[in-house]
């Protein structure tokens, strides 16, 4: 995991995925084309969380370095200082990994 120099705002996570699988169960090696878009990913940014009517910010429920599950269409995905990042709302992870 790397420092990465981008801030999200409000709800929104920026996730690094996970590398895809490149061979499958039975050891077959997969071409880039086939490969499954992956759901995993850590966290290497957190904004400070939903603004509610009251005025007050809504705690965030990952923080950075935790490892999430996330829809595999769900987000944006970009680069940053060279790496492929997703920003995610926080409705769009659906689990952390424990």
């Known amino acids: 995991m790397s420092k990465i120099s981008i801030r999200p705002l409000d709800d929104r996570i920026v996730v690094e ?43 965030v429920a990952v923080s950075v370095g935790d490892e999430v599950i996330f829809g595999k269409y769900g987000g944006t995905e970009i680069e940053v200082d060279g790496n492929e990042v997703k920003i995610l709302r926080e409705s769009d992870i659906l689990a952390k990994v424990i």
Do not use: M, N, Y
């Open 17 to 59: 995925p996970l590398d895809a699988e490149e061979t499958t169960a039975g050891g077959i090696l997969l071409p880039d084309s086939s490969r499954e878009k992956p759901q995993r990913g850590t966290v290497v940014a957190v904004g400070p969380g939903k603004l509610l009517d009251s005025g007050e910010r809504g705690e």
